[in-house]
């Protein structure tokens, strides 16, 4: 498993230091690494769980260490934190061998000097009796659960305190692999028995994976018989509830997912125009539903917040738009680290797309909002001043999913109907 931690930390150098995504940096190093399988596995699960609880791993490497964090070299640093999160939160490594094995991945390295110090913050950490705070402060939350104090007073304002903390707690579980099986070719119960550790769950449809796949390379996912999609996504394309036949405008579609989903619940019978305004974006919701046989979806290049007279009307609209994403930072926990502000200044782009989508709709047509995230600035508050200013549009469906309740991502969707 050393060439697993050598990779992790690379990684991670990638990520904090050069501010490269963190599935393309894990992607690149896996490719250029020499691994099993299991060791690929370990690899990512070091990644994914420094960038998880790297709030909390600073705040006790900082406890011990009295040079300023940002004075380390980027790879003792991240050596540090990732023999860190073993002895803290990977209860089946043992403490010694996290240890050891940071010690010798400095001393293989350029910075070769600093395998002493290594060495000796991590056994002072060992003889420590507590490493973290037990208050319940803002500062106290942030560090127990790895979340930036910005976000914390968000969810705090919206669903008080208590909740809050259950939302944090939550985001630091791992979350289920879900899929959709593609009902254009094949059936849930032969699929099942085609897919090991597959459970049907809702919508109809949906199914859980209780072990982790290989997707890329996966038969079944190669024939098209599904893609990944978490079930609120999915139930909130069974809200809107396309018909076979019907015109579908899908105004943010990329990756694609919900244009799928739609594209399934209409029986492949229809149209839907699945726009992104980047084409690299399009041409992979392109392929996509080429591999999956769905025939009716046309990926079309298009900002979201211009609108396309040549459209016409239709049926139905998704304005599944650019958002936050503080109800899938289990997923993606890179943006936990985002400057808050940024979050901020989606609210008008949010708003342009809701009133860019209402031209489209034909009377009686349905227009279903929707995005990853819990915070009620993008949700509720773009959804009241919109009927406050469309007379035209009815509320029919509200509903924000939360893991905790829900067991799905955070994710909040609003059905209008045009009168």
Do not use: W
């Amino acid at each position: 498993m050393a060439g697993a931690r050598k990779v992790a930390v690379l990684a991670l150098g990638k990520i904090f230091t050069d501010g490269a995504y963190s599935n393309i940096a894990v992607n690149s190093h896996l490719k250029q690494a020499d691994l099993t399988p299991a060791d690929k596995a370990f690899a990512t699960a070091l990644i994914y769980g420094v960038l998880d609880r790297k709030i909390t791993l600073d705040y006790v490497i900082k406890s011990f260490v009295k040079t300023p964090l940002k004075k380390l070299s980027p790879f003792t640093l991240n050596n540090l934190r990732v023999a860190l999160y073993q002895i803290m939160f990977m209860d089946k490594i043992p403490e010694s061998a996290a240890v050891n094995e940071a010690v010798k991945l400095v001393k293989k390295s350029k910075e070769s000097r600093n395998a002493g110090f290594v060495n000796a913050v991590l056994r002072n950490i060992l003889r420590a009796e507590s490493l973290l705070p037990a208050g319940d402060s803002i500062s106290d939350l942030s560090v127990i659960y790895s979340c930036p104090e910005s976000i914390i007073e968000s969810f705090i304002s919206d669903y008080g305190k208590e909740t809050a903390v259950i939302i944090l707690a939550q985001s630091l579980k791992p979350a289920p692999l879900t899929i959709r099986v593609n009902t254009i070719k094949t059936d849930i119960k032969t699929f099942i028995e085609e897919m090991p550790d597959a459970v049907a769950v809702k919508p109809e449809g949906a199914v859980v994976l209780n072990k982790g796949i290989d997707i890329n390379n996966n038969p079944l996912y190669k024939k098209g018989h599904f893609y990944v999609q978490d079930t609120a996504s999915q139930t909130a394309v069974s809200v809107l509830a396309p018909k076979p036949n019907d015109r579908v405008l899908d105004m943010c579609a990329a990756p694609g997912g919900k244009s799928f989903a739609m594209a399934l619940l209409m029986e492949n019978k229809g149209e839907i125009i699945s726009c992104d305004i980047y084409d690299h974006k399009c041409e992979l919701i392109k392929n996509s539903a080429n591999r999956m046989g769905l025939d009716i979806i046309k990926p079309t290049v298009q900002d979201a917040t211009v609108f396309n007279a040549d459209f016409g009307e239709f049926d139905c609209v998704l304005c599944d738009v650019p958002c936050s994403g503080l109800g899938i930072i289990r997923r993606k926990p890179d943006i936990k680290y985002k400057d808050f502000s940024e979050f901020d200044s989606l609210i008008p782009i949010q708003t342009a797309i809701l009133n860019n989508a209402k031209n489209y709709v034909k009377k009686d047509g349905r227009l279903l909002y929707s995005t990853c995230t819990l915070r009620k600035a993008e949700n509720e508050d773009i959804i009241n001043k919109f009927l406050a200013e469309n007379s035209g549009f009815k509320l029919e469906y509200s509903h924000t999913f939360m893991p905790h309740i829900d067991g799905t991502d955070g994710f909040y969707c609003a059905l209008l109907i045009k009168n």
